[in-house]
């Protein structure tokens, strides 16, 4: 199982940003998939999560109102949008994947897989 995340760069605060995570080696479709983020000298934070159709969504307070969890179960792929960044933003961001349609696991950071992480910098 590969989740390869991509998007990341260097942003000027107030800019969008859509972060992409291409999956492969499982069943897709059958997955509830999350982003988290870890930023320097700190612990990695829950971000999104959506569930296996895309129908239900749930957000950590510091997301809501900013980022945008969505997937298209035809590529595969799982995206962040992300509004208005602000410099605390700066993470590496991870997509993850669980075979659980209970958010639970997931959100308490355990998916059975996670992508290998892209670099997000919001320069103020």
């Known amino acids: 199982v590969q989740l390869q995340a991509s998007g990341g760069g260097l942003v000027q605060a107030g800019d969008s940003l859509r972060l992409s995570c291409a999956a492969s080696g499982l069943t897709f479709s059958s997955y509830t998939l999350g982003w988290f983020r870890q930023a320097p000298g700190k612990e990695r934070e829950f971000i999104a999560v959506i569930s296996w159709n895309g129908e239900n969504t749930y957000y950590a307070d510091s997301a809501k109102g900013r980022f945008t969890i969505s997937r298209d179960n035809a590529k595969n792929t799982v995206y962040l949008q992300m509004n208005s960044s602000k410099a605390e933003d700066t993470a590496v961001y991870y997509c993850?994947?669980?075979?659980?349609?209970?958010?639970?696991?997931?959100?308490?950071?355990?998916?059975?897989?996670w992508g290998q992480g892209t670099l997000v910098t919001v320069s103020s």
């Open positions: 993850a994947a669980s075979s659980y349609s209970d958010y639970d696991r997931l959100v308490r950071g355990r998916p059975d897989y």
